[in-house]
Protein backbone atom coordinates (compact mmCIF):
# COMPACT_ATOMS: atom_id res chain seq x y z
CA UNK A 1 0.00 0.00 0.00
CA UNK A 2 1.15 3.61 -0.78
CA UNK A 3 0.07 6.68 0.61
CA UNK A 4 0.34 9.94 -1.47
CA UNK A 5 0.45 13.43 -0.01
CA UNK A 6 -0.06 16.42 -2.22
CA UNK A 7 1.21 20.00 -1.01
CA UNK A 8 2.29 23.51 -2.66
CA UNK A 9 -1.12 24.46 -4.40
CA UNK A 10 -2.19 27.54 -4.16
CA UNK A 11 -3.32 31.03 -5.88
CA UNK A 12 -0.68 32.36 -7.99
CA UNK A 13 -0.89 35.42 -11.30
CA UNK A 14 -0.26 34.10 -14.67
CA UNK A 15 3.39 34.15 -15.10
CA UNK A 16 4.52 33.14 -11.48
CA UNK A 17 5.38 29.94 -10.65
CA UNK A 18 4.24 27.19 -8.10
CA UNK A 19 6.11 23.82 -6.83
CA UNK A 20 4.36 20.85 -6.05
CA UNK A 21 5.52 18.41 -3.87
CA UNK A 22 4.17 14.67 -3.30
CA UNK A 23 5.54 12.66 -0.18
CA UNK A 24 5.10 8.78 -0.48
CA UNK A 25 4.31 6.81 2.64
CA UNK A 26 4.20 2.68 3.12
CA UNK A 27 5.96 1.66 0.32
CA UNK A 28 9.47 3.19 -1.56
CA UNK A 29 8.80 5.26 -4.07
CA UNK A 30 11.56 4.01 -6.85
CA UNK A 31 9.45 0.93 -7.13
CA UNK A 32 7.32 3.24 -8.94
CA UNK A 33 6.61 5.52 -12.23
CA UNK A 34 5.67 8.86 -11.02
CA UNK A 35 3.48 11.41 -12.24
CA UNK A 36 0.93 14.31 -12.09
CA UNK A 37 -2.30 14.55 -13.63
CA UNK A 38 -4.74 17.42 -13.23
CA UNK A 39 -8.46 17.86 -13.62
CA UNK A 40 -10.01 20.88 -13.82
CA UNK A 41 -14.13 21.38 -13.30
CA UNK A 42 -16.60 19.60 -15.48
CA UNK A 43 -13.53 17.96 -17.21
CA UNK A 44 -11.73 14.49 -17.33
CA UNK A 45 -8.36 13.81 -15.11
CA UNK A 46 -5.91 14.81 -17.63
CA UNK A 47 -2.06 13.20 -17.84
CA UNK A 48 0.45 15.81 -17.43
CA UNK A 49 3.87 14.74 -17.07
CA UNK A 50 5.85 11.48 -15.40
CA UNK A 51 9.06 10.69 -14.62
CA UNK A 52 10.91 7.00 -14.09
CA UNK A 53 11.83 4.92 -11.78
CA UNK A 54 15.51 6.07 -11.78
CA UNK A 55 15.03 9.91 -12.61
CA UNK A 56 16.48 9.46 -16.59
CA UNK A 57 13.43 10.01 -18.71
CA UNK A 58 10.51 12.05 -18.33
CA UNK A 59 7.42 12.89 -20.46
CA UNK A 60 5.61 15.63 -20.73
CA UNK A 61 2.05 17.02 -22.32
CA UNK A 62 2.47 19.16 -24.86
CA UNK A 63 0.76 22.01 -23.17
CA UNK A 64 3.39 21.69 -19.93
CA UNK A 65 6.52 21.01 -21.82
CA UNK A 66 9.31 24.02 -21.52
CA UNK A 67 7.22 25.23 -18.72
CA UNK A 68 7.02 22.84 -15.97
CA UNK A 69 9.60 19.92 -14.78
CA UNK A 70 9.01 17.22 -13.20
CA UNK A 71 11.87 15.66 -10.67
CA UNK A 72 12.31 13.31 -7.91
CA UNK A 73 14.03 12.13 -4.97
CA UNK A 74 14.48 8.52 -4.15
CA UNK A 75 15.72 8.93 -0.96
CA UNK A 76 13.19 11.55 0.51
CA UNK A 77 10.59 9.63 -0.92
CA UNK A 78 9.54 12.53 -2.57
CA UNK A 79 8.19 14.06 -6.23
CA UNK A 80 8.21 17.44 -7.26
CA UNK A 81 6.58 19.24 -10.54
CA UNK A 82 8.15 22.67 -10.92
CA UNK A 83 5.16 24.82 -12.74
CA UNK A 84 7.01 28.05 -14.23
CA UNK A 85 4.97 30.56 -16.73
CA UNK A 86 1.54 29.65 -15.43
CA UNK A 87 -1.37 30.39 -17.20
CA UNK A 88 -4.73 30.32 -16.47
CA UNK A 89 -5.44 27.24 -18.50
CA UNK A 90 -3.72 25.41 -15.68
CA UNK A 91 -6.47 25.77 -12.93
CA UNK A 92 -6.99 22.31 -11.91
CA UNK A 93 -6.64 20.21 -9.32
CA UNK A 94 -3.48 18.69 -9.31
CA UNK A 95 -3.13 14.80 -8.18
CA UNK A 96 -0.04 12.67 -7.54
CA UNK A 97 0.27 9.36 -8.91
CA UNK A 98 2.09 6.48 -8.97
CA UNK A 99 2.25 3.37 -11.36
CA UNK A 100 3.93 -0.04 -11.06
CA UNK A 101 3.98 -0.78 -14.72
CA UNK A 102 6.46 -1.50 -17.02
CA UNK A 103 5.37 0.68 -19.66
CA UNK A 104 6.53 4.39 -19.67
CA UNK A 105 3.42 5.91 -20.45
CA UNK A 106 0.80 6.76 -17.54
CA UNK A 107 -3.04 6.65 -17.97
CA UNK A 108 -5.91 7.16 -15.24
CA UNK A 109 -6.24 3.18 -15.75
CA UNK A 110 -2.48 2.71 -15.49
CA UNK A 111 -2.23 4.39 -12.71
CA UNK A 112 -2.21 2.12 -9.04
CA UNK A 113 -2.02 4.99 -5.98
CA UNK A 114 -3.68 8.36 -6.38
CA UNK A 115 -2.70 11.68 -3.68
CA UNK A 116 -5.70 13.75 -2.63
CA UNK A 117 -5.02 16.17 -5.01
CA UNK A 118 -4.06 19.82 -4.05
CA UNK A 119 -6.11 23.04 -6.06
CA UNK A 120 -3.90 25.36 -8.11
CA UNK A 121 -5.45 28.44 -9.27
CA UNK A 122 -4.16 30.87 -11.67
CA UNK A 123 -5.83 34.50 -12.30
CA UNK A 124 -5.39 36.57 -15.03
Known amino acids: QVQLVESGGGLVQAGGSLRLSCAAS????????MGWFRQAPGKERDFVALISRSGHTTDYTDSVKGRFTISRDNAKNTVYLQMNSLKPEDTAVYYC?????????????????WGQGTQVTVSS
Open 26 to 33: GRTLRDSI
Open 97 to 113: AADSGVILKMTTSSVDY
